[in-house]
């Protein structure tokens, strides 16, 4: 078995809420994710970054956020599509990397990496710096319509979870 094909295994195993048996195969394959992420091929770089999310490895905080600053971006956007998963019901993965995801939203070289960014930032909690810089990207005519557009509707969900809670 792959890497690739133990994290599926990894993501069926913790939607189906079988936490022991996902354990295990964490324990079987952290080693193994460990090396993949430090390959000097990205496409294993990005298979590690992304098994993270699919293992529910929330332990791999400081991999994932080295998968952030990858040279590559397929790498840097399975780093995010981890953050994503890991944040869908916890703000903390999120927060913790706030600072990292609003560099990339501004100033990634890569669009997709930069959408990305801004989608996972929904995930965090609605805070004004946040609130602020994607209603800045989504008002920004120099920028592609697909990062404005994501940004309008990040921005407009955390406005509307900050009024919820005042």
């Known amino acids: 078995m792959s890497l690739v094909e133990a994290a599926a295994k990894a993501d069926e195993l913790a939607q189906s809420g079988s936490e022991r048996e996902l354990a295990m195969l964490r324990k079987e ?19 590690a970054y992304r098994a993270i999310g699919q293992f529910r490895f929330r332990q791999k905080l400081e991999l994932l956020r080295r998968g952030l600053d990858d040279e590559s971006p397929a790498a840097r956007g399975s780093a995010l599509l981890s953050v994503q998963l890991l944040s869908k019901d916890s703000p903390g993965v999120v927060n913790a990397i706030r600072p ?8 990634d070289a890569n669009q997709a990496v930069r959408r990305l960014a801004v989608v ?10 946040t609130i602020v810089l994607l209603s800045g990207l989504a008002e920004d005519d120099e920028q592609e319509a697909e990062l404005r557009n994501a940004a309008r509707t990040v921005a407009g969900d955390l406005k509307k979870r900050a009024a919820a809670k005042s």
């Not at 996972?120 to 710096?129: A, D, F, I, K, V």
């Open 120 to 129: 996972c930032l929904r995930n965090g909690s609605p805070q004004r710096e």
């Open 29 to 47: 394959w952290e080693d193994e994710l460990e090396s993949a992420a430090r390959s000097a091929d990205y496409r294993e770089r990005a298979a």
């Open 100 to 107: 990292v995801l609003h560099s990339m939203v501004s100033m």
